[in-house]
Structure formats: structure tokens, C-alpha cells
């Protein structure tokens, strides 16, 4: 028996994480090695002696092993920061358990993880990017520096409709979540809310939350209060940095849940609360959040609480993928071939029908992103003529259907575009005002339209 028990203990002891064990009137009864490094203190210290002797800044309420041991509930990871023997400073992650014999609670187990270090990196990175953004204070403010609605290109009617709809939330202070794909667009339109809104010439603040872990984001959203954890500062969170102006919340999904909670209260009570401080602080921060995923997949797979999704989505707004708006390709196409013209001072006039038609055969998973990046690439290695099927990348030549070489360019947008107008004409009860508005074209370029395709009304 006794040998099991020294084995038992040998064990417990090579473990990488910190384990302590006490009794039910909290005094300790096994303290592994990992534990002694990471509080700096021999077993001989810890053991027979009471929590609250050995770390005096513990009490029944911030202890989790006092907790369990008054609760007998579970705790999982659970963050603690706390002063050591040796007054140092301590951050940790503890899973903490009761111990149950003949069903009555004789201890708990806690298991800790070192994270002190990663606190201090993330305060670190935290310091300096709310430097970065008080540096850059000016330009964050100028919305010369954002997109604006003029600068969208487009004529798809459900995209356009899209963007009449973000133009009318731009002057109200609601929330809103913005979804689509990996590379619709999905910032074009968050910026031209913030431009276009009465906060124009307040911060516009940006934060992706994928891969962030949550005591950064923690930090990063909310500030800091000096002395919470070792290496800490007074320093202001994004939510007041971006105080009588926007924060964009990018890949809201990503965010954890238990953060998800706290950012629901502080849109409910425009209040923040600084990491390890007491004191709220009134903001008065629009918030805009976008997801790459759809929402309702999102919270079927609880990676989104419904009660933060319908706060956010006060004002719901989803950006079409580019393969549903292909009468946009070739204009979205001209717009980043003049822009790539400039910008590598080439002389490129256009498009072969063939290279067009290949482009709009293509089915852009990358969306608007991609189709930037293919003319940019292409204007790489070509300076002047036209772009032709063999300047495209492999992956979109590949895709090119033989038959759809047969087929004319005109063909090909005339067939759209004729469909396109009947569409809309039916749709507006073939009233010539009432479409030309939805389609976002003049009247006499419908008119014009309606002859060319011979369309009845």
C-alpha cells in the first residue's frame, strides 16, 4: 500500500502543472514540486499550514480551494491573481475540485497553470497598440483615411439594395453586425457606415478577435488598472479609445464566450470596468461587429450567444459573395486595373473578350479580395496592351469552359443584363422611375436599355 502511495505522489509530482491539495478546513496536505517553483516557496513551507497563512492576500472569496471547500462545486478554469509568501505577484488558470468521501466533502484539489508571463506579454502588446493608436490619433479620426459609399463599385441590384441599406443605418447609433464571406467587403462597408455617420470625424477603431487569447482581448477591449497582475499599467481599453466614435469588432465569433458576456453588458449599460479595477466608466462607443460564417450556423454551434447576436443585430447586414453578383465582375475588374495602372505607373487599356469571359466564368471563392489581388498579380508582369486568357493565373484558365470560348462577350453581359432589367421591371410593377432607382442607373439609361433588349412593358 505504501508503495502505491509513493508511486501515486512520484507521479503527481513530475506533473508540468501546479497541484495542491488540502483538507476541509483548508490547511494544505500535498504540494507537488511544479507548485513550489511557480510559488517559490519548499513544501515544507505550504504544508500543515492554512491558505490564508501562507498566501495573505487570499480570503474565502477570492481563494477557488476556500470556495470549493464552502460550495462543494466545481471550479474550471478559473483565472486567480494573487501575492505569494514572497510578496511576488501571481497570475494563474485553476481547475479546482472537491473531494468526496462517503459523500461528504474531506478537501479539494486545485491545478494551476502558470500564465503570470502571458499576462505581462499581453499587457505589453496591449501598451503599445493603444500607443499606436494614441500616435496615430489624428489619422484615425480623418476620414479622408476610410472608405466612403463613393468609393463602392457595383451595380448588382441585391448588392446595391445592401449598400442602401447600410447608408441608412450610417446616421443612427445602433448596433450592427455585418456578415458575408472571407473577402465580400465586409470592412468597405463597416468604414462607409463610420464615414458616412455623425461620428465621421470621431475614432473608427479596429479589432479582430480571431486568435486572440481572451485575457488579451480582455485587456485590449477594457484597459488595465496598475498593480492587477504583475507588469500592469493604467491603461485605457479600445471601448474608450474609440469613446463618441465606432468600434469594429471583426470575427466576432471567435470571441470566447465567457468575454462574449461582458461585452453584452457593456452594450447594454455603456459602462466599461478596467481589468482589475472596481470603478465604471460611461462610454459612448457605436459598436459594429462583423463574422465571416453564417450567423445562425454560429449559434446552432454555440460559438455565438444568441443574447449578444440579437443585441448586435439590431441591424443585420449581409454582403452577397461575388460568384451571386457576376454582373459586377468586369466593372470591379476596370476599377482595380486602373487602380493597379496607377499604382505600378503601368499602361494596361483593358481586357481581351476571352479573358473576361473567363473571369466571369470563374467562381471566386475569395471573392472581391481575390479578384484585387489576380489583376494586381497580372499587372506584375504585364505593363501595357490588353490582359489576355493567357495572362490569367492557372487556377481561373482552368476553370474555363471550351464552349464558353465560343461565345461572345456580348453575348455573355447582354444575356445578364437583359435579365437583369426584366427582373427589376417586373419587381417595380414596370415602373421606369421606380427601377431605375432600384437599379441605381439614370432613367434615360434605362430607356435606353429597354430598346437595345427589345424588353415589352
Known sequence: MNNDKETLIAVLDSIDEAIHVVDKRGVTIFYNSKASILDGLSSEEVVGKHITEVFPSLDKGSSTLLKVLDTKKPIFNQQQSFSNYRANRLVTVNSTLPIFRHGEIIGAVEVSKDITQLKMLSEKVAQ??????????????????????????????????????????????????????????????????????????RPFVTQNCAAMPENLLESLLFGTVKGSFTGSYDRPGLFELADNGTLFLDEINSMPLPLQA????????????????????????????????????????????????????????????????????????????????????????????????????????????????????????????????????????????????QKSLKDIVGTYEKMVVEEALASSGFNISKTARHLNVPRQTLQYKIKQYDIKI
Request: glycine share 6%.
Open 128 to 201: 503599445l497598440q493603444q500607443m499606436l493608436y494614441t500616435k496615430n490619433k489624428n489619422k484615425i479620426d480623418n476620414k479622408a483615411e476610410l472608405y466612403q459609399f463613393g468609393d463602392i463599385v457595383g451595380e448588382n441590384p441585391v448588392f446595391m439594395d445592401t449598400v442602401d441599406r447600410a447608408q441608412k443605418v450610417a446616421s443612427t447609433d445602433s448596433p450592427v453586425l455585418v456578415s458575408g464571406a472571407t473577402g465580400v467587403g465586409k470592412e468597405l462597408i463597416v468604414q462607409s457606415i463610420h464615414s458616412g455617420s455623425l461620428r465621421q470625424n
Open 262 to 405: 461582458k461585452l453584452l453588458r457593456v452594450l447594454e449599460e455603456q459602462k466599461i470596468r478596467r481589468v482589475g479595477g472596481l470603478n465604471e466608466k460611461k462610454v459612448n462607443t457605436r459598436v459594429i461587429a462583423a463574422m465571416n460564417i453564417d450567423p445562425q450556423w454560429a449559434l446552432e454551434k454555440n460559438v455565438l450567444r444568441k443574447d449578444l447576436f440579437f443585441r448586435l443585430s439590431v441591424v443585420n447586414i449581409h454582403i452577397p459573395p461575388l460568384k451571386e453578383r457576376k454582373d459586377d465582375i468586369l466593372r470591379l475588374s476596370n476599377h482595380f486595373l486602373d487602380k493597379f495602372n496607377k499604382k505600378f505607373n503601368s499602361k494596361v487599356t483593358g481586357f481581351h473578350s476571352k479573358a473576361i469571359t473567363a473571369l466571369c466564368s470563374y467562381h471566386w471563392p475569395g471573392n472581391v479580395r481575390e479578384l484585387s489581388n489576380c489583376i494586381e498579380g497580372m499587372l506584375n508582369f504585364k505593363s501595357s496592351g490588353k490582359i489576355s486568357l493567357e495572362d490569367l493565373p492557372m487556377s481561373i484558365k482552368q476553370g474555363y469552359k471550351d464552349e464558353e470560348i
